[in-house]
């Protein structure tokens, strides 16, 4: 089946600097990923959808010179925070797609735990 | 506004028990909606409905679409101490913007 790698599994960072995240795609062109992120006993919140070659959508009240998404290929996602604060500490997850609408399945990564000391 | 409702928002239940999750939405578009269990880390996929009225089961466990209620149902019969998860309700529109409900937290006791 489709599988989605992310990684780091786990971070800690100073506050003030950027975290970057990789999403991968394994076995299959991702068209379009997805970031969320989760906080404690909530659901995920949609950040952003990217699209491979363009730029990101990214949901509103979402910071987009914050968080950066860049999709550069079709197999490889990143969510860049920058000058990462103590309320940015989260779980994030990517999601993947081989295509856009909801024909096609969605796959998760295995979520990134930040923490900003 | 798109939505997307769960109920309840957590449940108790015994090792053996039926449990029916609930889930109600409203979203400009329409396209899928999807149960996803989620234990530690990232969800893992459960259904994709797309079709009202056709249950779609994977073991103990099966779901129903309602088109004309706007609504799913996800069951989950004989439940064991595994079933203890969080499991979530996503729908999806044509864009394939997947948004989330709040989520059901199951809790099976022995």
């Known amino acids: 089946g489709a599988v989605v790698s992310q990684h780091p599994s786990r971070v800690i960072c100073k506050s003030g600097t950027s975290v970057k995240i990789e999403c991968r795609s394994l076995?299959?062109?991702?068209?379009?990923m997805f970031w969320y992120r989760q906080f404690p006993k909530q659901s995920l919140m949609l950040m952003a959808t990217?699209?491979?070659?363009?730029?990101?959508?990214?949901e509103q009240g979402v910071e987009k010179d914050k968080f950066l998404i860049n999709h550069a290929s079709l197999t490889l996602s990143t969510l860049t925070v920058t000058s990462a604060h103590p309320e940015d500490s989260s779980f994030y997850i990517c999601?993947?797609?081989?295509?856009?609408?909801?024909?096609?399945?969605?796959?998760f990564g295995s979520g990134t735990r930040l923490t900003v000391v | 506004e798109d939505k997307v409702v769960q109920s309840p928002l957590s449940l108790v239940v015994h090792e053996g028990d039926t449990v029916t999750l609930n889930c109600s939405y409203e979203?400009?578009?329409?396209?899928?909606l999807l149960w996803y269990k989620q234990e530690k880390k990232a969800p893992t996929f459960l259904f994709m409905l797309?079709?009202?009225?056709i249950e779609k089961k994977s073991g103990r466990l099966s779901s129903i679409l309602d088109k004309k209620e706007l609504s799913s149902i996800l069951n989950i019969t004989a439940t064991q101490t595994g079933d203890s998860a969080i499991y979530l309700c996503?729908?999806?529109?044509?864009?394939?913007?997947?948004?989330f409900g709040a989520g059901t937290q199951v809790v099976v006791t022995p």
């Open positions: 999601s993947a797609t081989p295509g856009q609408g909801a024909s096609y399945g969605y796959t």
């Open positions: 996503a729908v999806t529109d044509s864009w394939g913007k997947l948004q």
């Open positions: 797309t079709s009202s009225g």
């Open positions: 076995d299959f062109q991702a068209t379009t």
């Open positions: 990217s699209n491979e070659g363009s730029k990101a959508t990214y």
């Open positions: 979203v400009t578009n329409f396209r899928s």
